[in-house]
Each structure stands twice: as structure tokens, then as C-alpha cells.
């Protein structure tokens, strides 16, 4: 049902328009958050197309999972949280990551986060697609 309104909402003669107003405003947003951090060697312009293009693929990506028959769940685990093999995946350690689970290690920053996948037509099915990037103390 969600996927075939997503597929009515794209095909609409008025998407376009939404699409580009949603776009400018995205960029405007991104820019405020990461103007302070644009390299000033770098030509404007050239930020500004990559902000563009940046916010332009997310919109894609994010149509694709809509339409698809599936709901993803983006997991952004607490700080100070334990270490755990199934879910984390440490970046700063060269531990094995069964060695910081059982000596409880505490997440320090969550780079990214984990991703499941549940499959909306067989109900009780659930992936783990990716596991979250972590700095561990």
C-alpha cells in the first residue's frame, strides 16, 4: 500500500516542482550546518553543487526504500552503551570484537548507525544489514 503511493506521488506532474523545492530547501539547511566548515580554498560553486548533489541522491535513495516492500530502521545507539559484536563494530580498537563485549567496553561516539531491515510481506522476518560504526572506551 505505501509503495504503490509513493510510485502515484513520483509519477505526479507536480513532483517535479515539489522535488526541487524540497531540494533548494534541503541544501539551505545543510549549508547553514556545514557553511563553517567548507573549505574556503575551495570555489563556492563547487560546494554548492556537491551540497546539491548530496542532498539530491538522499532523496532518490529515500524514494527507492519508500516504494520498496520493505521498512528499514535506523539505529543510533546511546553513548556509554556496551560493546556488543552483533550490533557494533569497533573502529578505534584492534581488539577482537568478542574481547570488548566480555570486558563490557563502553561505546565512546557512534559514527554511524546500525541498519535493520524488516520485510513487510512475510511479518517476523527482520535483517541486520549494518552495523554501527563505534569509538570505544
Known amino acids: 500500500m505505501r509503495a504503490q503511493l509513493i510510485a502515484r506521488i513520483l ?17 539551505d539547511r545543510v549549508k547553514m550546518i556545514v557553511g563553517p566548515m567548507i573549505s574556503t580554498t ?3 560553486n563547487d560546494s554548492q553543487f556537491d551540497l546539491h548533489s ?3 541522491h538522499a532523496m532518490e535513495l529515500s524514494a ?8 528499514f530502521d535506523f ?13 557494533h563494530s569497533s573502529v578505534d580498537n584492534t581488539m ?3 574481547t570488548l563485549q ?13 541498519i535493520n531491515m524488516r520485510d513487510e510481506r512475510s ?15
Not at 566480555?102 to 546500525?114: H, N
Open 96 to 98: 577482537p570484537p568478542l
Open 54 to 56: 548530496l542532498v539530491s
Open 42 to 44: 575551495k570555489m563556492r
Open 64 to 71: 527507492i526504500m519508500f516504494e520498496s516492500r520493505r521498512r
Open 11 to 27: 509519477m505526479d506532474p507536480r513532483f517535479q516542482e515539489f522535488r526541487q523545492f524540497k531540494i533548494n530547501h534541503h541544501v
Open 123 to 137: 511479518p517476523g522476518t527482520k535483517s541486520h544489514i549494518l552495523k554501527s560504526d563505534v569509538l570505544v572506551m
Open 102 to 114: 566480555m570486558r563490557q567496553w563502553r561505546l565512546k561516539l557512534v559514527i554511524t548507525p546500525g
Open 75 to 87: 539505529i543510533w545507539n546511546d553513548t556509554c552503551a556496551k560493546f556488543s559484536v552483533e550490533f
